[in-house]
């Protein structure tokens, strides 16, 4: 069940980043969905880190407004 919910989750993510059309961001979260390390992705996308970090935290931004802080989502 905690796997189901994750892939929905991951697809409702992406979806909104699409409607956002960012891109970047949409790469980002593949390369964290292949369980890259950070180095990696950034290598592999020829990214600059401060590039790939922001992207980060605008996902991390949007996860949290889509379903909630992890704290909040540990409690509950």
Same mark, same amino acid.
Request: charged share 35%; glycine share 2%.
């Given at each position: 069940? *905690?796997?189901?919910?994750?892939? &929905?989750?991951?697809k409702r993510?992406?979806e909104e980043?699409?409607? +956002? +059309?960012?891109?970047?961001?949409?790469?980002?979260?593949? $390369?964290?969905?292949?369980?890259? +390390? /950070? $180095?990696? &992705?950034? #290598?592999? *996308?020829?990214?600059? /880190? +401060?590039?790939?970090? &922001?992207?980060? %935290?605008?996902?991390?931004?949007?996860? #949290? %407004?889509?379903?909630?802080? /992890?704290? #909040?989502?540990?409690h509950a």
């Open positions: 069940e *905690l796997v189901l919910d994750a892939r &929905a989750n991951a993510l992406r980043l699409r409607r +956002k +059309k960012d891109a970047v961001a949409l790469v980002v979260l593949d $390369t964290l969905s292949d369980a890259l +390390k /950070p $180095t990696q &992705a950034q #290598e592999l *996308l020829s990214m600059r /880190p +401060k590039v790939y970090e &922001a992207a980060r %935290k605008r996902i991390r931004r949007l996860a #949290e %407004k889509l379903f909630g802080s /992890p704290k #909040e989502t540990r």
